[in-house]
T-cell receptor, first 117, second 112 residues
Framework: EAGVAQSPRYKIIEKRQSVAFWCNPI?????LYWYQQILGQGPKLLIQ????????DSQLPKDRFSAERLKGVDSTLKIQPAKLEDSAVYLC???????????????FGPGTRLTVL | GNSVTQMEGPVTLSEEAFLTINCTYT??????LFWYVQYPGEGLQLLLK?????DKGSNKGFEATYRKETTSFHLEKGSVQVSDSAVYFC???????????FGTGTRLQVTL
């Protein structure tokens, strides 16, 4: 079974530029998550999708971050404009469970390491 | 508020030493508890989990017991190997919040 795919693996941009990350979850997984992991910290949930609907985006800085999952499969996360403090690893995860059982197991991708200069 | 506290790293051990990484949580209700591991250059992988009090999760020689009375889920391994070198994250999930909350991670380095 193929795992969660993410691209690019690394990205370096200057502040105020825009950047987009892509995630392809495990086939058939209804729930998709984007996390931000700042160096030395644990992952922090940015947004959770169930199929193509948003379940939780309470931690997403909506003035600069956006995410979509149009067909309930792939997802993109965009930052525009980027700030220095956005430097982090952005992790995508997926789960086959829905609703309150959504954390039975989340499968993580390798992440995209973003450096903002 | 809800949170997870892990012992700070790095933890440096010799091969075959006994490992304990402490984890305590503050959460309402009856959370499910998890340990995730992140090997260098890789994504997080679920190591083990426990969904109710007194459950013991185990995998690859690692164990952790869900202790509701002490709100703890300490990770243990009797004999570590160099290949266990990684960052370990404790996490919990509650249906109320419907999301995983992670600790800050503990880096383990095992030397020969």
């Amino acid at each position: 079974e193929a795992g969660v795919a993410q691209s690019p693996r690394y990205k370096i941009i200057e502040k105020r530029q825009s950047v987009a990350f892509w995630c392809n979850p495990i086939s058939g997984h209804a729930t998709l998550y984007w996390y931000q992991q700042i160096l030395g910290q644990g992952p922090k949930l940015l947004i959770q999708f169930q199929n193509n609907g948003v379940v939780d985006d309470s931690q997403l800085p909506k003035d600069r971050f956006s995410a979509e999952r149009l067909k309930g499969v792939d997802s993109t996360l965009k930052i525009q404009p980027a700030k220095l403090e956005d430097s982090a690893v952005y992790l995508c995860a997926s789960s086959s469970a829905v609703g309150r059982r959504g954390a039975n197991e989340q499968f993580f991708g390798p992440g995209t390491r973003l450096t903002v200069l | 508020g809800n949170s997870v506290t892990q012992m700070e790293g790095p933890v440096t051990l010799s091969e075959e030493a006994f490992l304990t990484i402490n984890c305590t949580y503050t959460a309402t209700g009856y959370p499910s508890l998890f340990w995730y591991v992140q090997y260098p250059g890789e994504g997080l992988q679920l190591l083990l989990k426990a969904t109710k009090a007194d459950d013991k999760g185990s995998n690859k020689g690692f164990e952790a017991t869900y202790r509701k009375e002490t709100t703890s889920f300490h990770l243990e391994k009797g004999s570590v190997q160099v290949s266990d070198s990684a960052v370990y994250f404790c996490a919990y999930y509650t249906g109320t919040a419907s999301k995983l909350t992670f600790g800050t991670g503990t880096r383990l380095q095992v030397t020969l």
